[in-house]
């Protein structure tokens, strides 16, 4: 309830203008993000990368309607794939990058409608497929980050087109949606790369479970398929018991046909801690200058956070 009344009064444009603007603000951004610029994004991924882990990058944005902004985003996704393979970051998919489909394009054309439309999708494909070609010159993939339930479908059909370009190409399913368990299913096939998390966004309740414990049991039942199956499973959590059963289901195959997957600033000890004991482990590095929605889904999701961010807006402001 906190979570969706949190979610509802950021998406008003004072309240984005009036925390975006707060000088008290900067440290906790700082926390969940890990620069603006694409050199801000490289120097994490090398820090990273000699702690012995795995990354992913974001450049930050999304829901744009606006078709230069999504070509833009495009463009700086091949510029920032570029440079890692210039610093020898990307071999054997060290680090790759994340792309969520409505930052380049899937809501182009829907005029204040609800969901994507056919010429966003088009246009998000064709956006993605420069990148994915870029990924693979560089060595390495991309994954398709999971957006609200709207664009569940198309984002599904986007990555399943792109992974007749590279097979890498991984999809994100949340665990938090109903849908998700026959997704799962779906995708449980071989050598197919599927980040699975519990899901970020506020949604209705004929599509997502509304309880943490169901969204923790369906959590763990698409987690049991994916890791007894043939599939790449990445397992995008920081829940100590979901992290737990995953070791476990993890004893039963080979220690490099999984990841684990957590966010940069979120519980990092245990990032280093399981990378130590011979797990794969890969951070997921948001960048740039839009940060507004990306911190609000970090507060929402734990209301400690939101109770620190109010307090360091009222003492520095
Ligand atoms: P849960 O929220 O229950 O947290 C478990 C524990 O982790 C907490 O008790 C706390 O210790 C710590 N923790 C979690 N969140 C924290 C925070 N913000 N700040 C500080 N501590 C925190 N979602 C989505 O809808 N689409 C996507 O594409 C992705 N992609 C993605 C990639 C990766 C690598 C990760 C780790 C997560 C995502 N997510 C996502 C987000 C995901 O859906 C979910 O919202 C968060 O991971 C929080 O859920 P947990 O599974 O960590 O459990």
Redesign the pocket.
Known sequence: MLRKALMAAAASGRVRDAVMSAPGARGIVDRYVAGESSEDAVAAARELRSAGLLV?LDYLGEDTTDAQRAAATAAQYVHLLGKLAAEGLTEDGAVEV?VKPTAVGLLLGTEGQPGPSALGERVATEHLERIVAAARDAGTTVTI???DHRSTEAALRIANSLRSRLPSVGT?L?ATLRRTEADVRELATPGTRV?L?????AEPVAEAFES?HEVDKSFARCLRILMTGPGYPMI?????R?IDITRALGLARPADSFEY???H???PDEQRRLAAAGAKV?V?VPYGGDWYPYLI???A??PA?LALFLRSLWSKS
């Open positions: 992913t994340s980050d999971a957006e994100v949340q980040r998390c519990k899901g970020a966004y943490r995008a959590t920081h829940d100590p979901l997957q957590m966010l600033g979120v519980r890969r997921y889904r970090r507060l999701e734990r956070n």
